[in-house]
T-cell receptor, first 115, second 115 residues
Framework: AQSVTQLDSQVPVFEEAPVELRCNYSSSVSVYLFWYVQYPNQGLQLLLKYLSGSTLVKGINGFEAEFNKSQTSFHLRKPSVHISDTAEYFCAVSDRAGGSYIPTFGRGTSLIVHP | KAGVTQTPRYLIKTRGQQVTLSCSPISGHRSVSWYQQTPGQGLQFLFEYFSETQRNKGNFPGRFSGRQFSNSRSEMNVSTLELGDSALYLC??????????????FGPGTRLTVT
């Protein structure tokens, strides 16, 4: 079964600084990768997805992520964060070879942006 | 297009009671998945319905059940509530066509508190 590790449970950062949220998944031949964001008292919103093609994926709100197959990673980055980016971020992986496309979610990383 | 809607948004129940939660997917989406989110366990997959059939099931006891109607709306039921069932229950709908099976769009959730 697929497993997803988000290495940092909490990432504090100052406004306008760059940020990277890390995500690693267990080895698989072919996967679909996702990042979701959850604001307080809301559901999850899809930030970006990797299905195939270019390993650098751009999403909404200025976020991007890079798929690294050899390191089984899909780290999320933003060059300059805003206060409004404070939220919980979830990495998710769907194993295309596993027969079930239901994604496995990481435990989440809380991004805290300080003024 | 309207997003995924869930009703009610908040619910307080007593141990031993049962509860029914409702989810209306995005128009045209045929797949509906349910997740339980708690601080301790994170996001855990409950089950997924497609065209009124349960297609995938997570590792939850039989007290948790669901169904999907012909208009793709879904309900989940929890019988004999326990204190540990207190959680945010999220519904997600998916387009259900080729690779877009993997994209999930979440509702705002139903916050269930069991006392």
């Amino acid at each position: 079964a697929q497993s997803v590790t988000q290495l940092d449970s909490q990432v504090p950062v100052f406004e306008e600084a760059p940020v990277e949220l890390r995500c690693n998944y267990s080895s698989s031949v072919s996967v679909y990768l996702f990042w979701y964001v959850q604001y307080p008292n809301q559901g999850l919103q899809l930030l970006l997805k990797y299905l195939s093609g270019s390993t650098l994926v751009k999403g909404i709100n200025g976020f991007e992520a890079e798929f690294n197959k050899s390191q089984t990673s899909f780290h999320l980055r933003k060059p300059s964060v805003h206060i409004s980016d404070t939220a919980e971020y979830f990495c998710a992986v769907s194993d295309r070879a596993g027969g079930s496309y239901i994604p496995t979610f990481g435990r989440g990383t809380s991004l805290i942006v300080h003024p | 297009k309207a997003g995924v809607t869930q009703t009610p948004r908040y619910l307080i129940k007593t141990r031993g009671q049962q509860v029914t939660l409702s989810c209306s997917p995005i128009s045209g989406h045929r797949s509906v998945s349910w997740y339980q989110q708690t601080p301790g366990q994170g996001l855990q997959f409950l089950f997924e319905y497609f065209s009124e059939t349960q297609r995938n099931k997570g590792n939850f006891p039989g007290r948790f059940s669901g169904r999907q109607f012909s208009n793709s709306r879904s309900e989940m039921n929890v019988s004999t509530l326990e204190l540990g069932d207190s959680a945010l229950y999220l519904c997600a709908s998916s387009p259900g066509t080729s690779t877009r099976f993997y994209e999930q769009y979440f509702g705002p959730g139903t916050r269930l508190t069991v006392t």
